[in-house]
């Protein structure tokens, strides 16, 4: 038994050299690129639920039109001696959005890392730009999707075939979030709108911070972000989307 056990190390450790001296890892003796988010569930017995990419110009400035999004992307491999270079491809039947909605670069890179020889899985952010177009300022198109599938290139294959592609989904609404809810709407910013949301959000500092749970474990600090809206109002008086003045009722 204790032989088999040595020979597992001795195995392991030249496995490791080997990869280090073909500077590719144990993934059908290639590197393999894949997005970190699964694109669709998980294949049995995996568990993972597909997730898109969700960005909105609500929580923006008004004069904002363009924002870059970040997607994550993991490289399986076992070093990384000189920078590696992919790109993405439009995946064009799953895509509702037009070409002067977004922006891919003509390629992506990972830099080199030579240091880092036993760094299994390697992850860098790629970022896509989006535009806001005037379309998505129609109350009738709810959102615009974006799905991209990766093109390796070198020594590279794709991996994991849930996550070789991403989503993103592009709007300019959003949705009335949960914690506003019954006992906020009476106690702190009074009824809600979405002109009044976005307002709180793009000048107060830590509106977005707000949640369920810092509600309910610091209740304070809501007061005083709520308080410093109530002062800003009392300066900037706005009307709402009822054509009354905006208020809060703490």
Same mark, same amino acid.
């Given at each position: 038994?204790? =032989?088999?056990?040595?020979?597992? %190390? ?8 080997? *990869? ?19 694109? @669709? ?10 997730? /898109? @990419?969700?960005? /909105? ?12 999004? #970040? ?6 491999? *076992? ?11 439009? +995946?064009?039947?799953? @895509? @509702? ?13 990972? $830099?080199?890392? #030579? ?17 806001? =177009? ?5 109350? $009738?198109? $709810? =959102?615009?999707?974006? +799905? ?7 020594? !590279? !294959? ?9 989503? %993103? ?8 979030? /949960?914690?506003?809810?019954?006992? !906020? ?7 809600? /709108? ?42 900037? #008086? ?8 905006? $208020?809060?009722?703490?």
């Amino acid at each position: 038994m204790k =032989s088999v056990y040595v020979i597992g %190390i001795i195995a392991f450790m030249a496995a490791l050299v080997s *990869c280090e001296e073909q500077k590719v890892e144990i993934f059908d003796g290639q590197n393999a690129i894949y997005f970190d988010k699964f694109y @669709t569930d998980a294949i049995y017995p995996g568990l993972e639920s597909a997730d /898109s @990419t969700v960005v /909105s110009f609500f929580f923006y400035p008004d004069e904002v039109r363009e924002v870059k999004v #970040p997607l994550l992307v993991n490289l399986l491999g *076992c070093s990384l001696q000189e920078d590696m270079k992919f790109q993405l491809r439009v +995946v064009d039947e799953a @895509t @509702t959005a037009n070409p002067d909605e977004y922006k891919l670069a003509e390629s992506y890179v990972f $830099e080199a890392r #030579p240091d880092s020889v036993y760094e299994n899985l390697i992850q860098e952010y790629i970022y896509i730009d989006m535009f806001k =177009s005037e379309r998505l300022l129609d109350k $009738e198109v $709810e =959102s615009v999707r974006l +799905v991209v599938e990766l093109v390796p290139s070198g020594n !590279v !294959v794709l991996g994991q075939l849930e996550r070789r592609k991403a989503k %993103i989904i592009l709007t300019t609404k959003t949705t009335h979030p /949960s914690w506003w809810d019954e006992t !906020v709407e009476e106690t702190l910013l009074g009824k809600y /709108s979405d002109k009044k949301y976005k307002l709180f959000l793009n000048e107060i500092e830590g509106a977005a911070d707000i949640d369920e749970e810092m509600i309910r474990q610091h209740p304070d600090r809501v007061i005083q972000i709520v308080l410093k809206f109530k002062i800003w109002l009392a300066q900037n #008086p706005t009307m709402d989307e009822n054509g009354k003045r905006m $208020e809060v009722v703490i």
